[in-house]
């Protein structure tokens, strides 16, 4: 944040000609991350907490889309109760999911269906294997991946609904796609969300823009998932030291009024 | 029976301890009736917040080292592990954190009011040599501190810093040898890491202790930089000082929470977030903004041996500063040139912060050059140089003198520049 701040004194300097003969060092035509467009996100602000129907959808589409590829191993079934959902609930989400579940007494692995303790599954066992079978890409983890990229919110949206066709004069590698806010536009993910592709309970509206939505606030709260008992906390910290500090104020001035 | 202290305390049990080891009757002394002067201003109070911070430093971080797991392969998680799983963990690691950047706000105010007022001169150089011993020891903790969590950040700013050591010919490369404990930054560094992050603070705690010891035999500066004439010039130490210290440990700590509870990850780098992978190097590797004007210095010099000893000369130079000065007089107030210059020198400070966080390209490159070659001037010419040159205003005769006759007003037409007696 005060990096991106200083960013921008930079680009007001550049704007008032001081730099006129200066190329700073970006790639022709790659978008600022400051021209990303900024949505409207519930968690922003010291009230701000999660829209935990927004968040439980976005857990299904990372369930039926994200979770094919990427891992999310800081997480585990039992966190869910973070997001609203009920103990049976956890129960029969982690069920359907097989996941490696130790050895047995013949010493061979077991895998079966998780538990509410269980790791969320990983679609790979190890990095070679994903690489392996995704053309050499890693998909990284994507338990903290919110606070990992700078733009963090609007950047994964923006990641999300950024898939376009590459501008004719555009060298596009072959097994990359072309998206408007990756850095260098060549990403190796091909575009995961496509109109109607998730089906949500209730018939929440299900274009591009809502699950990108949806699942960032699914990974907003998977990154920090004590977020809303922090603010919480916090006003009452900020508000008892508030008071603390006229109640002292007044004492320190009855203890200085002899002085002079 | 070598000397029973004789206790004026009234309590039977105390008593019979200090008797025998007098610390009330220190304590009393020290932080009771402790002789301050009557006109500090709030400024004075950041040498006590330091000491708070460091206590709330210590006090985390021994909770979190119960919970940490110094090995490259589980230090990442085990950190996450402390936010998600331990009880009210993500408390003890945010407060810990953002610790880490309060105490560099609260010890460079603390260091400015040093320099404003002249908290340097004559006779407390040896207190201001133990600070700045103190600033080096903190910057080696906070270092350290960085790299546990082995993001990218941290993987990636420990091995740019100790491959500074790279550029001291000869010895330069086994030393970086050396400080790895093999031929990269790896478990072994880490481990280090981790003991020595565990084990400076307590000496840093050491330190401070001579800190205090060698303020109580000078006494403290007061903004009016002259010295304490009689006892109507002081206020004992307790209550007028330690109610005011608590106002402003209330507003500091005020500060500190809005950090840890709304946005404990401002002053972080989205980066750390992501482990440390000695195969790819970030974009840009930024230390924390509180290295940023120093790290501005050793990009400023094109050759990588010079920046590295402006670097460290930067903060060397504060060593020799009691003496570099040569105006008699301590505090700015009255020294009508020096006022404006030391906010020129505060200026290229926060432009070299401002530099650091930038690609070394561009302008970028000649605002560092213009900030660096300030700070060295402002330190090695113009502090020499000023003090034969300048006319200091008339000081006031005594502490109690300018608040009697109406607070700050007119000085006694009189006085001339007295110069500070010289031992």
């Given amino acids: 944040m005060m990096r991106k701040t200083l960013r921008r004194i930079a680009a007001l300097l550049t704007a008032a000609g001081l730099a006129g003969t200066v190329a700073l060092a970006t790639p022709a035509g790659a978008q600022e991350l400051s021209d990303l467009p900024k949505q409207k996100w519930t968690f922003n602000g010291p009230f701000g907490a999660f829209d935990l129907a927004s968040v439980q959808r976005g857990f299904g589409v990372y369930l039926n889309v994200c979770s094919n590829c990427h891992s999310m191993t800081l997480l585990h079934y039992r966190d869910l109760a973070g997001i609203g959902l009920s103990p049976e609930q956890i129960k029969a989400v982690a069920a359907t999911q097989q996941v490696p579940l130790g050895l047995d007494d013949q010493g061979q692995e077991v895998i079966g269906p998780a538990t509410p303790a269980s790791q969320f599954r990983s679609p790979f066992p190890n990095e070679k294997a994903a690489r392996a079978a995704l053309n050499g890409a890693l998909p990284p983890d994507l338990s903290v991946i919110f606070n990992a990229r700078e733009g963090h919110g609007d950047y994964i949206y923006g990641l999300l609904t950024g898939y376009e066709d590459a501008p004719k004069d555009f060298t596009l590698q072959p097994g990359l796609y072309y998206n408007e806010w990756f850095a260098g536009h060549q990403i190796a993910m091909p575009q995961p969300l496509h109109d109607g592709q998730v089906e949500f309970p209730g018939g929440a509206p299900n274009k591009v823009s809502d699950m990108a939505y949806d699942v960032v606030n699914f990974l907003a709260w998977a990154a920090n998932p004590e977020m809303v008992e922090r603010k919480q906390i916090g006003v009452r910290v900020v508000l008892f030291l508030a008071l603390m500090t006229g109640l002292t104020y007044a004492v320190k001035r009855q203890i200085w009024a002899d002085v002079h | ?423």
């Fill in chain 2, 1 to 423: 029976m070598a000397g029973l202290h004789k206790s004026e305390l009234t309590n039977p049990v105390i008593k019979w301890i200090d008797t025998r080891m007098p610390v009330f009757t220190m304590m009393q002394k020290e932080y009771g009736t402790f002789p301050t002067p009557k006109n500090f201003n709030y400024f004075w109070n950041f040498g006590a917040l330091a000491m708070i911070n460091l206590m709330i430093m210590i006090v985390t971080g021994i909770f979190l080292a119960m919970n940490y797991q110094p090995n490259t392969a589980m230090a990442f998680d085990s950190v996450q592990r402390i936010m998600r799983d331990v009880n009210f963990g993500w408390l003890l690691r945010y407060v810990h954190q953002n610790g880490a950047s309060m105490f560099f706000i609260v010890v460079y105010i603390h260091i400015f009011r040093g320099l404003y007022y002249g908290s340097y001169k004559y006779p407390r150089e040896l207190l201001w040599m133990i600070g700045v011993v103190l600033l080096i020891l903190m910057m080696a903790t906070a270092f350290m501190g960085y790299v546990l969590p082995w993001g990218q950040m941290s993987y990636w700013g420990a091995t740019v810093i100790t491959n500074l050591f790279s550029a001291f010919p000869i010895v330069g490369e086994p030393i970086v040898t050396w400080l790895w404990g093999g031929f990269s930054v790896d478990n072994p560094t880490l481990n280090r890491f981790f003991s020595l992050h565990y084990l400076l603070p307590f000496v840093i705690v050491g330190v401070t202790f001579l800190h205090v010891a060698a303020l109580h035999i000078t006494g403290s500066n007061n903004p009016l930089g002259i010295d304490v004439k009689s006892p109507q010039d002081t206020l004992p130490f307790h209550p007028y000082y330690t109610i005011k210290d608590s106002v402003g440990m209330c507003v500091y700590l005020m500060i500190f929470a809005a950090l840890v509870f709304f946005a404990p990850n401002l002053l972080g780098d989205p980066n750390n977030f992501i482990p440390a992978n000695p195969l790819q190097t970030p974009a840009d590797i930024v230390p924390e903004w509180y290295f940023l004007p120093f790290y501005a210095i050793l990009r400023s010099v094109p050759n990588k041996l010079g920046g590295v000893c402006m670097m460290f000369g930067s903060l060397l130079v504060l060593f020799v500063l009691p003496w570099l000065d040569t105006s008699p007089v301590r505090s700015a107030r009255f020294r009508p040139i020096y006022r404006q210059l030391i906010w020129l020198w505060v200026l290229s400070a926060v432009a070299l912060g401002v530099v650091g966080a930038h690609p070394p390209s561009g302008i970028w490159v000649a605002i560092g050059r213009v900030a660096t070659a300030y700070y060295f001037l402002h330190f090695l010419v113009i502090l020499p140089v000023l003090g034969k040159l300048e006319r200091p205003l008339p000081l006031p005769e005594s502490i109690s003198r300018p608040v009697i006759g109406g607070g700050g007003g007119p000085m006694p037409s009189g006085a001339t520049a007295k110069p500070m007696e010289k031992a």
